[in-house]
């Protein structure tokens, strides 16, 4: 029984603890004068090359989400003043009550982005820093599944050891 008590705080450290959201890992959390808006991405950390950028817009007045919006998204590397922009919607989010899209990060950095949430006849923006690190080194993006399953056999075999002290003891 103790044994198996000390694999989970093992397994719990061992395991990746971030904290991913549908649309990834909070970004950005901005309030306006009608909504909160905020902003998730995957992968985590964001790197340069193919990124999901998801924004999660709700009421400011009791949080309800609100689905009845447009949202765009404009990027700008101010070292090199590279631009771009993102039109979100719900249909491009698994989870509907995200507006999402797909984003291609060229230059590592810190990014500026502008939120613009258009409803009702109005628009909202709001804007921050996304900092986007260098793109993964390949063999070194797969560390973590490659010392995963020696990993899982050492602890079980520390488990099967305890338990075999336990079971010689005299009762």
Not at 126 to 132: K, Q
Not at 143 to 170: D, N, Q
């Amino acid at each position: 029984m103790k044994s198996s008590r000390l694999l989970l705080p093992a397994f719990v450290f061992l395991a990746q603890a971030t904290g991913l959201a549908d649309g990834g890992t909070v970004q950005l959390r901005k309030e306006s004068v009608e909504v909160v808006i905020t902003v998730f991405a995957s992968p985590h950390p964001l790197a340069v090359g193919a990124a999901d950028i998801s924004v999660l817009l709700q009421n400011r007045n009791g949080l309800e989400p609100v689905l009845d919006a447009n949202v765009f998204l404009f990027f700008r590397h101010p070292e090199s003043d590279t631009k771009f922009q993102a039109h979100l919607t719900r249909e491009q989010a698994r989870n509907k009550l995200l507006y999402a899209a797909p984003v291609m990060f060229s230059k590592p950095g810190k990014w500026e982005i502008t939120i613009v949430v258009e409803r009702n006849g109005q628009e909202t923006g709001v804007g921050g820093i996304l900092e986007v690190a260098p793109a993964p080194d390949r063999p070194a993006s797969y560390v973590g599944y490659i010392a995963f399953p020696p990993v899982i056999i050492g602890l079980f075999m520390v488990r099967e050891r305890l338990i075999r002290r336990r079971s010689r003891r005299p009762k």
